[in-house]
């Protein structure tokens, strides 16, 4: 069985960095696409950052952070990091990792597109 474990999260203040870790269990991670979601109370959960199994280099990011986070992988580690830099008080969420199988070298940005994902880690920004 598959499991995904997030990990990192913390309270930061504006303009502060965190980096957040996903360590993944129970599947071949090099066949999988991975993304980090984040959701607020009362609020969808949205897109933040994807990128595609295998070789790692195709990746995507939602446009309020772009240029600000960046999604990277080690496979011998079995283990999608998300290092975000800049960060703003609406940057304050659970954020979420997810996984889903995957064929291609595509990376995935609908929640729809996921068939895993862990419980959360809670990331809040002061101002």
């Known amino acids: 069985q598959v499991h995904l474990v997030e990990s990192g999260g913390g309270l930061v203040q504006a303009g502060g960095s965190l980096r957040l870790s996903c360590a993944a269990s129970?599947?071949?991670?090099?066949?999988?696409?991975m993304g980090w979601f984040r959701q607020t109370p009362g609020k969808e959960r949205e897109f933040v950052a994807a990128?595609?199994?295998?070789?790692?280099?195709?990746?995507g990011y939602a446009g309020s952070v772009k240029g600000r986070f960046t999604i990277s992988r080690d496979n011998a580690k079995n283990t999608v990091f998300l290092q975000m830099n800049s960060l703003e008080p609406e940057d304050t969420a659970v954020y979420y990792c997810?996984?889903?199988?995957?064929?291609?070298?595509?990376?995935?940005?609908?929640?729809?597109?996921?068939?895993?994902w862990g419980q959360g880690t809670q990331v809040t920004v002061s101002s």
């Open positions: 990128i595609s199994s295998r070789s790692g280099f195709s990746a």
């Open positions: 129970g599947l071949t991670f090099s066949m999988y696409a």
């Open positions: 997810a996984a889903t199988h995957s064929w291609s070298g595509s990376y995935y940005s609908r929640g729809s597109d996921y068939t895993t």
